[in-house]
């Protein structure tokens, strides 16, 4: 059993910084691409940063050069440290990770945190 714990969530002024934390913990191999998504009131689930094992982070166009996506493998983590935030910026913000649960496996299984809230007040 995999699960994904996110962490870091509340409320911030404009302008202020949050720094989110997803935890995987569970029978691991090996964690190849970590993400983070956000769903705002009445919009969809939209993807945010990815984090891969090989490769530079990837970025939404809206968060690019405010959010910063690292890992710590060692420790199955994955932040999300998010400067210069916007109103807009509020939403429910979801871990994903594509795991691998063996050696032998040659697929990864797909999870989901079950989200941290973050409140951007003008």
């Known amino acids: 059993q995999v699960q994904l714990v996110e962490s870091g969530g509340g409320l911030v002024q404009a302008g202020g910084s949050l720094r989110l934390s997803c935890v995987a913990s569970?029978?691991?191999?090996?964690?190849?691409?970590m993400r983070w998504y956000r769903q705002a009131p009445g919009k969809q689930r939209e993807w945010v940063a990815t984090?891969?094992?090989?490769?530079?982070?990837n970025y939404a166009d809206s968060v690019k050069g405010r959010f910063t996506i690292s890992r710590d493998n060692a420790k199955n983590t994955v932040i999300l440290q998010m400067n210069s935030l916007k109103p807009e910026d509020t939403a429910v913000y979801y871990c994903?990770?594509?795991?691998?649960?063996?050696?032998?496996?040659?697929?990864?299984?797909?999870?989901w945190g079950q989200g941290t809230q973050v409140t951007v007040s003008s």
């Open positions: 569970g029978s691991i191999f090996r964690i190849n691409t």
């Open positions: 984090a891969s094992n090989t490769g530079s982070p």
């Open positions: 994903r990770a594509e795991i691998q649960l063996g050696s032998h496996l040659t697929y990864d299984y797909d999870y």
